[in-house]
């Protein structure tokens, strides 16, 4: 198929997204323009955001001819070892088979999944995400940061409540939240939502 016909699919695809917004607003390792084909696709990026493996994700990649079709997968997802891959929310109706699909990622040296509904809505990750990517834009001081990595370093772990206590240049549940956000301390997204007893430690660097 042609690059010029790809290329007016892919406009198309981003036109369409660019008119609605889904919630939460906020992330933090997309790169690019945030454009989401519908709020389970917006799910599956707060998903991204909070896992560890991922350094970074794009919305509506560029194309592949997948057998004469031409497919926009949601999401290109780079992660730590530098693979590359393409990914598509449970709520997208394939026009190719998903097999074609990522045998036409094969040849770029990369990887396809569509993902399965239980990936994204089974347990309490994307409860927790989406409380955290409320303060996706949020910065935490320098102070408050030392203060607290000083109190994880001396205690190991610490319930969310005590670490609440090292914010005195900005409001704690922004600070935290960011600081779990970039990386710099770790919490059990899974098993409960976040709560004052949750456990907080220190991600070694």
């Not at 990026?45 to 994700?57: E, F, K, R």
């Not at 399965?116 to 303060?135: C, P, Q, S």
């Amino acid at each position: 198929m042609g690059i010029a016909k790809q290329a007016a699919m892919l406009r198309a695809a981003r036109n369409s997204a660019s008119i609605r917004s889904y919630h939460p607003v906020g992330t933090v390792k997309c790169e690019g323009v945030r454009l989401f084909r519908s709020q389970v696709a917006r799910d599956v990026g707060c998903i991204l955001d909070l896992n560890p493996s991922v350094t970074a994700w794009r919305c509506m990649p560029s194309p592949f001819d997948a057998g004469g079709i031409v497919h926009v997968p949601d999401f290109e997802v780079f992660d730590e070892e530098g693979s590359i891959l393409y990914l598509d929310a449970p709520d997208r109706s394939l026009s190719a088979a998903a097999a074609v699909i990522a045998s036409e990622a094969a040849r770029v040296k990369a990887r396809y999944r569509l993902l399965d509904r239980a990936e994204i809505y089974d347990g309490f990750r994307l409860r927790n995400a989406r409380d955290l990517l409320r303060y996706a834009s949020h910065e935490t001081p320098l102070g408050d940061r030392l203060r607290l990595l000083t109190a994880l370093d001396e205690h190991g772990s610490l319930p969310l409540s005590d670490c609440l206590r090292a914010f005195l240049e900005t409001k704690p549940v922004a600070g935290i939240a960011s600081l779990i956000l970039h990386g710099f301390i770790e919490v059990d997204l899974d098993e409960a939502p976040l709560s004052p007893e949750t456990a907080v430690r220190r991600i070694a660097r």
